[in-house]
């Protein structure tokens, strides 16, 4: 099993950058790769940015391309997410989730934070 807990979420305005950490407990946290997702009011999930085990493979969305950057720190058992120029359009609660390498799918998920961008 892996504890997934977010924070760093809260109100800012547009323009303005946020970092949120998943912190990690359990299970070696090296053998996973990670992902933050996000899901604002009314829609549906969105795959916001993934990175693997060792930090060396990143996608992230084209709606974030340029602004957002993920990234690890084995060592602290945590994934981040920095989050620059932000718009009101990146109001959402995000999450974080955890899958073994080389699996499709996340099998283990974070609380959420919730992130508003204000115009």
């Not at 299970?27 to 604002?40: I, K, L, P």
């Amino acid at each position: 099993q892996v504890q997934l807990v977010e924070s760093g979420g809260g109100l800012v305005q547009a323009g303005g950058s946020l970092r949120l950490s998943c912190a990690a407990s359990g299970r070696t946290f090296s053998r996973y790769g990670m992902a933050w997702f996000r899901q604002a009011p009314g829609k549906g999930r969105e795959l916001v940015a993934t990175i693997n085990w060792s930090g060396s493979i990143i996608t992230r969305a084209n709606s974030v391309l340029g602004r957002f950057t993920i990234s690890r720190d084995n060592a602290k058992n945590t994934a981040y997410l920095q989050m620059n120029s932000l718009k009101p359009e990146d109001t959402a609660v995000y999450t974080c989730a955890a899958k073994e390498d080389g699996k499709l799918g996340y099998d283990y998920w974070g609380q959420g934070t919730q992130v508003t961008v204000s115009s």
